[in-house]
């Protein structure tokens, strides 16, 4: 058990660039998550998966936020059009099955200048 | 609609004593409860959960206290330490586990 692993840890990128995170969960987690925190709030649920499909994205902050998991296993979340408002932490994690807990990596920050 | 709050911002404990960190919601139907804890730059480690079939959950230095009539839940750490100094997050959702609301997060800061 190696734990969620989010990359990259930062990435800096100039407004107007899309940026994309990746993020391998714990083996054998059949649901993933991303979410999204920003200073002096608590992480903000973005969208899920169970296995390949995504079952809830209507809290996607705006139709540049995409999300993937073509194979069940990583997941990747892409901003395209960066915004500085986009400038935050986004944090993934994993659940064995439905209703237990939820396990987060160490998050990608995004800095838009 | 913030539906989990944690109203104490920051919260300044000896070392030795007792922490009690406290979080309410709105929604009558979140479940499943969970504590978080995060250093700067870091991603929240869990700590503990409760569902609602329960008042109370223990672990370790931890316990989790659930008042569903109040709609209320409380993080108990005995003895505090100076590690436990970080940012804690509660968070409720439904057993389902489709998403989960997080609160704002109280500071703890343990005097040593």
């Known amino acids: 058990d190696t734990g969620v692993s989010q990359d990259p840890r930062h990435k800096i990128t100039k407004r107007g660039q899309n940026v994309t995170f990746r993020c391998d969960p714990i083996?054998?987690?059949?649901?993933l998550y991303w979410y999204r925190q920003t200073l002096g709030q608590g992480p903000e649920f973005l969208t899920y998966?169970?296995?390949?499909?995504?079952?809830?994205k209507s809290r996607l902050l705006s139709d540049r936020f995409s999300a993937e998991r073509p194979k069940g296993s990583f997941s990747t979340l892409e901003i395209q059009r960066t915004e500085q408002g986009d400038s935050a932490m986004y944090l993934c994690?994993?659940?064995?099955?439905?209703?237990?807990?939820?396990?987060f990596g160490e998050g990608s920050w995004l800095t838009v200048v | 609609d913030q539906q989990v709050k944690q109203n104490s911002p920051s919260l300044s404990v000896q070392e030795g004593r007792i922490s009690i960190l406290n979080c309410d919601y709105t929604n009558s139907m979140f479940d499943y409860f969970l504590w978080y804890k995060k250093y700067p730059a870091e991603g929240p480690t869990f700590l503990i959960s409760?569902?609602?079939?329960?008042d109370k959950n223990e672990d370790g230095r931890f316990t989790v206290f659930l008042n569903k009539s109040a709609k209320h839940l409380s993080l108990h750490i005995v003895p505090s330490q100076p590690g436990d100094s970080a940012v804690y997050f509660c968070a409720a959702g439904g057993y389902t586990g489709n998403q989960f609301y997080f609160g704002t997060g109280t500071s703890l800061t343990v005097i040593p």
């Open positions: 994690a994993s659940s064995p099955t439905q209703g237990n807990t939820i396990y």
């Open positions: 083996s054998e987690h059949n649901r």
């Open positions: 998966f169970q296995n390949e499909a995504q079952l809830e």
């Open positions: 409760i569902s609602s079939i329960k």
